[in-house]
């Protein structure tokens, strides 16, 4: 079961606030759960998957102001909240008594919080150059700041240093 909810609300015209929630899950990857050694094309190493992976589970809530203004031009604002349950995370297993190879594991949990701007506006090219007719230039933008922790379970940390670190993946800023 995979809930869903959002309110909106025009509080003056062409101005919106925005709220929603969510659940959501992510499932393994074939490669994330195969027992056979395959070739990471992008590292030129071998990574084992880990058939024990469990499906990660996610609780979304976001909150964003919403302005439209005239020809279709717009600027939202908005903050999000992301509770991760079973994150999949990349790690090392030793495979011998001298190697190591890359395969996941699930960690215990994961946050996520950040802000996030966007931006779109038109410029109608026809004041400047009349030849083009109605085209327009447009820019469009979009920024994110994204913090997030990841909690590994002791018993799964192996060659990992710290139990508490930064999601994999995840940048600071988008």
């Known amino acids: 079961f995979l809930p869903a909810a959002t309110v909106t609300w025009e509080f003056l015209p062409n101005h919106q606030f925005r709220a929603a929630f969510s659940k959501t899950i992510n499932r ?6 195969t027992t056979s050694p395959f070739l990471d094309p ?5 990574v084992e998957g ?3 992976l469990k499906v ?10 919403e302005w439209y203004m005239d020809n279709g031009d717009y600027f939202s604002l908005g903050g999000f909240y992301k509770e991760i349950q079973n994150p999949i995370e990349q790690t090392f297993k030793f495979v011998g008594a001298d190697e190591q190879r890359r395969t996941f594991i699930n960690a215990q949990k994961a946050d996520l919080f950040g802000i996030e701007a966007e931006v779109e506006f038109g410029i109608p090219l026809s004041d400047w150059i009349p030849a083009l007719g109605t085209r327009d230039f447009f820019v469009r933008g979009n920024g994110a700041y994204i913090n997030s922790d990841v909690t590994i379970n002791p018993s799964d940390i192996g060659i990992l240093t710290d139990t508490t670190r930064r999601l ?3 940048s600071e800023w988008l």
Do not use: C, I, K, V
């Not at 992008?42 to 071998?46: C, I, K, S, T």
């Open 28 to 33: 393994p990857s074939l490669r994330e759960l």
């Open 168 to 170: 994999q993946g995840q």
């Open 42 to 46: 992008d590292r030129a190493e071998f």
């Open 50 to 52: 880990n058939p024990f």
């Open 56 to 65: 990660a589970e996610l609780t979304n809530y976001d909150a964003r102001w």
